[in-house]
């Protein structure tokens, strides 16, 4: 092949330089030999693959399916103390064994004289109410309201903290993508400047320009280290944790903002916690749990009489006197009305910073 034949190869392959003159392209100072006629023939046929990629094959089910990955388990230990607990108070009938023992106690006679002695007494009492199977029944109700709470405030922040661990994993698969692309970056630009180096050499490009191409080889370097580090460190925090994502398969999605913005998961979620934990309140405040009714049977005995051993049965009700039911209600109200501000301060939240992080995006 003739030195202008070559000529016309090499112009081709330094139109990838943009830097480099036009008067350059077609005007060589000095004869280049066979070795770098070769390597920009290489380079030519190997850049028109650079960066092929297949085509998307992912739909969305697969897109919800890597959204919906839980890295954050609710506390499986918690659940379970709930549900001891539950069982804890179903076995407590509110039954007590009791006795009792007085020395030097006086005791009135038939025939109207005093007498003084040892008294025992031994027996079961039962509640029936407060302590008992009303409380008991209170108890249970209160305890799985509480386990409801946990359970959806769990859920609220798996969520939250699900993100994190997702947001990653997406990087670190986009990274991946990232360093194939630029290990071909860098092994095509640094066939570019070894081609250029040669030019130089042969005094057919000046320095400035050859620097500018061994600038953006090293750049790529140094982001193919910087997404290697992060993918580094990543894959050790999340040990076995890393989802297998192929980026080059997933489609493209439009983001409807407006779609987003009246998405009403969170809200619901939080609304449903809401009504929770107004029941709780409700129990909370409940008067029935302040009143009392105990049932009991002992066997006495005593020391100084014949007739020392008798049964007996005697039965107990308490219920509070008060006078501050009209307090006692506002203060109901007063623990709804902060409970639904609360939750109206997270809706606003919540939409401000969707709101806001949206924006952003859009404005991008």
């Known amino acids: 092949m003739s030195f202008v034949s070559k000529g016309i190869i090499l112009s081709l392959l330094v139109l990838l330089c943009p830097t480099v003159t036009m008067a350059q392209l077609t005007t060589f100072k000095n004869p280049f030999n066979e070795a770098t006629y070769i ?9 028109s693959f650079i960066g092929a990629n297949s085509v ?29 607990q539950k069982r804890l108070i179903r076995k407590d009938l509110g039954l007590n064994a009791v006795s009792t023992l007085g020395m030097n106690e006086q005791f009135i006679e038939n025939n109207g004289e005093s007498s003084f002695g040892m008294r025992m007494r031994a027996g079961l009492e039962w509640n029936l109410l407060g302590n008992g199977i009303n409380s008991r029944k209170q108890a249970l109700r209160k305890l799985t309201k ?46 570019i400047v070894d081609v250029l180096y040669e030019l130089y050499h042969n005094h057919d490009l000046s320095y400035t320009e050859l620097v500018d191409y ?15 580090r992060f993918n580094g460190a990543f894959s050790q925090a999340m040990n076995t944790e890393v989802l297998d994502i ?51 049977t002992h066997y006495n ?7 020392n051993t008798y049964p007996s049965f005697n039965t107990s009700f ?31 939240n919540n939409s401000r910073e969707l709101s806001s992080t949206l924006a952003i995006f859009a404005w991008h």
Do not use: C
């Open 39 to 47: 390597k920009a023939i290489q380079l030519l046929e190997t850049n």
């Open 56 to 84: 998307s094959t992912f739909g969305l089910e697969e897109v919800e399916q890597i959204f919906q990955t839980n890295f954050e388990e609710v506390d499986s230990l918690q659940l379970m103390w709930f549900e001891n």
């Open 146 to 191: 509480e386990q409801e709470i946990f359970f959806l405030e769990s859920k609220i922040e798996q969520k939250e903290q699900n993100y994190p661990h997702l947001y990653n994993n997406i990087i670190d698969a986009f990274n991946k993508e990232k360093i194939f692309l630029l290990e071909q970056r860098i092994w095509f630009l640094q066939g």
């Open 214 to 228: 061994k600038t953006k080889l090293e750049e790529s370097k140094v982001l193919r280290r910087a997404f290697e």
């Open 246 to 296: 192929n980026v080059i398969q997933l489609p493209l999605l439009e983001i409807e903002i407006d779609a987003l913005l009246s998405d009403t998961t969170f809200q619901k979620m939080q609304e449903e916690l809401a009504v929770v934990k107004k029941d709780l309140i409700e129990i909370q405040h409940t008067s029935v749990n302040n009143i009392n009714l105990r049932v009991a």
């Open 301 to 307: 005995y005593r020391s100084n009489t014949l007739n």
């Open 318 to 348: 308490r219920m509070p006197l008060k006078f501050d039911k009209k307090e006692r209600h506002r203060a109901e109200e007063l623990e709804i009305e902060m409970l639904d501000k609360d939750m109206n301060y997270v809706f606003y």
